[in-house]
């Protein structure tokens, strides 16, 4: 299965500042998602990242609050704006190989105060 | 859309005990369903699946067990030990591939006392 590698891994930001959230994988994969998983709470899909397109957002996220980058088939950046202390969370990377499922980076854990 | 509801949200069981954690699916295309166990601090593993052309799957002491006509899917652990000890989530998908994005349950905290 793929490996992923996730930067940073976790941060205390400033309200009103931004957090840009690195994904790199062994392998070229055709999508990465990014997930929020808040304090004690299940996994929601953010996004969905696609190289050499915009990325395709779930209901409630938006890009301008969340933008992604998709620059070629093994790295993906998620961006956290104008930060809030609602925005504290952990922040999850994932791509899916055929045959083999869908892996999980270790994740970036975000305090915002 | 796609709605995974999963039970229990705790469980605590006797180290050598069984444990089963169940979930229900809505959407009847969905063919895919991942199982993963997260411990505290890290991300989410996955720790056996299965695809919606089988019944039943087993990894040594875990095994994955589908009702696609009733829509719904359990985790089974034997002969559990305290290592055991995580949250687990259960995730449908509509494809068996790996460019569709995973609906998760809510959770199962896993607790086994020695």
Not at chain 1, 53 to 73: H, M, Q
Not at chain 2, 66 to 82: D, R, V
Request: hydrophobic share 30%; net charge neutral.
């Amino acid at each position: 299965s793929a490996v992923i590698s996730q930067k940073p891994s976790r941060d205390i930001c400033q309200r009103g500042t931004s957090l840009t959230i690195q994904c790199q994988v062994d392998s070229q994969v055709t999508m990465m998602f990014w997930y929020r998983q808040q304090p004690g709470q299940s996994l929601t899909l953010i996004a969905t990242a696609n190289q050499g397109s915009e990325a395709t957002y779930e209901s409630g996220f938006v890009i301008d609050k969340f933008p992604i980058s998709r620059p070629n088939l093994t790295f993906s950046t998620l961006t956290v704006s104008n930060m809030s202390p609602e925005d504290s969370s952990i922040y999850l990377c994932s791509v899916g190989v055929a045959d083999y499922g869908y892996t999980f980076g270790s994740g970036t854990r975000l305090t915002v105060v | 859309g796609e709605n995974v509801e999963q039970h229990p949200s705790t469980l605590s069981v006797q180290e050598g005990d069984s444990a089963v954690i169940k979930c229900t699916y809505s959407d009847s295309a969905s063919n895919y369903f991942p199982w993963y166990k997260q411990e505290l601090g890290k991300g989410p593993q996955l720790i056996i699946d299965i695809r919606s052309n089988v019944g039943e799957k087993k990894d040594q002491r875990i095994a994955v067990t589908l009702n696609k006509t009733a829509k719904h899917f359990s985790l089974h652990i034997t002969e559990t030990q305290p290592e055991d000890s995580a949250v687990y989530f259960c995730a449908a998908s509509a494809s068996g591939g790996s460019n569709y994005k995973l609906t998760f349950g809510k959770g199962t905290l896993l607790t086994v006392n020695p």
